[in-house]
């Protein structure tokens, strides 16, 4: 029987109640399959550590995550914790370090939800982003001087490499190859970035030539966004930096018809240069407000731990996952509130359960 070890990081607000109900769901579904096990083990790593110790996480954390195949990770952010403390004390460290250098998040209308396009339906509204993850606009390159005098400066450096350009567009195009996806879209801003988007844009070229069963275009970060919104039917894989992936997603996101929806996958692909666990999270925030409420909705959670399941191999696994979550979308009886409905964070698990029941019967 195949063994995996996974690290739990609820981290704060209502990553509490959604990574809660994600490992149920997907302790359910191993032992309905009878084929794999899932060990855990959970770390209180979060902006409440940080208010108590001083850090986001001990400062062995990286080592100790280094024995897990995988991160499950609810959500990081707290009203007294500036976000790039939390961000730059857990999140980036660990993408950093590990080299996770692709964040994939889908940006698909579910069946069954109703998104804010008026006539877009599913079949309008699939795109795959991919992210480069690791350098860009949040290399950490900068700094600020003459702190507090009217002439303060900061400087905020991004780093772009020939390296990461070259293998986040490989791999959205071994992506696009992959999947049956017909066209990679390039995220650019090379009228105004001189340097930076003109490396990324002549990268692009040269790889996109190698793929010439594959179409490709690129736009503008600005005229992009707003094909999001006015043509998601002509985007299919979307590749951009660090700033312009983290915008163009949380875009993504409300396409599909509320935050509580998209999930993401922090991955290395390459088995060769791995060195640690891939991690894998909902897109939306710890939304402290309804923190221990039950209202959140936990779908993008066990999203990602469908992306979870196939990073590990247990790709049917996943797609049977998958498959229980569009039941419950399709079926429109169990809604939480940012769909529309007042169903509880715990009911909408259980309708999933239920429905993974039911395609194992």
């Not at 108590?52 to 609810?74: C, N, R, S, V």
């Not at 590990?312 to 229980?324: K, P, S, V, Y």
């Amino acid at each position: 029987m195949r063994h995996y070890r996974i690290v739990l990081l609820p981290g704060d607000g209502i990553g509490h109640d959604v990574i809660a109900e994600g490992m149920k769901t997907l302790n359910l579904l191993a032992e309905l399959r009878g084929d794999f096990t899932l060990e855990t083990q959970q770390f209180d790593w979060s902006c409440a550590y940080y208010l108590q110790h001083g850090e986001m996480m001990p400062k062995d954390a990286l080592k100790i995550l280094t024995e897990f195949d995988a991160i499950y990770l609810g959500a990081v952010g707290f009203p007294t914790v500036p976000d790039h403390i939390s961000l730059w004390g857990m999140l980036l460290p660990i993408r950093q370090t590990y080299d996770l250098y692709v964040n994939l998040r889908p940006a698909r209308l579910l069946p069954g939800i109703q998104g804010p396009l008026r006539d877009r339906g599913p079949e309008d509204i699939n795109i795959i982003c991919v992210r480069e993850n690791t350098e860009g606009e949040y290399a950490g390159v900068g700094g600020r001087t003459h702190r507090g005098r009217p002439w303060e400066v900061a400087q905020q450096t991004g780093v772009f490499t020939r390296h990461a350009i070259e293998r986040i567009m490989r791999y959205s195009f071994e992506l696009a190859r992959r999947e049956g996806r017909q066209k990679v879209t390039s995220a650019t801003k090379s009228n105004a970035q001189q340097y930076s988007y003109v490396l990324w844009d002549e990268v692009h070229a040269q790889v996109a030539a190698e793929y010439p069963d594959i179409q490709t275009d690129k736009w503008h970060i600005d005229a992009l966004a707003a094909r999001f919104v006015t043509h998601p039917h002509t985007l299919d894989v979307v590749v951009g930096s660090n700033l312009f992936g983290d915008i163009l997603t949380d875009l993504g996101g409300a396409l599909m018809g509320s935050l509580g929806l998209p999930p993401s996958a922090n991955l290395n692909p390459d088995p060769g240069t791995r060195h640690g666990p891939a991690m894998f999270e909902p897109v939306h925030g710890s939304a402290p407000d309804i923190a221990g409420k039950g209202i959140a909705n936990p779908l993008a959670t066990f999203w990602a731990g469908q992306m979870m399941l196939d990073y590990l191999g247990e790709r049917e696994a996943g797609q049977t996952l998958m498959r229980a979550i569009e039941t419950v979308t399709t079926e429109g009886k169990v809604r939480t509130p940012d769909l529309g409905g007042q169903a509880t964070t715990w009911a909408m698990g259980d309708a999933v359960r239920d429905a993974l029941t039911r395609l194992h019967s």
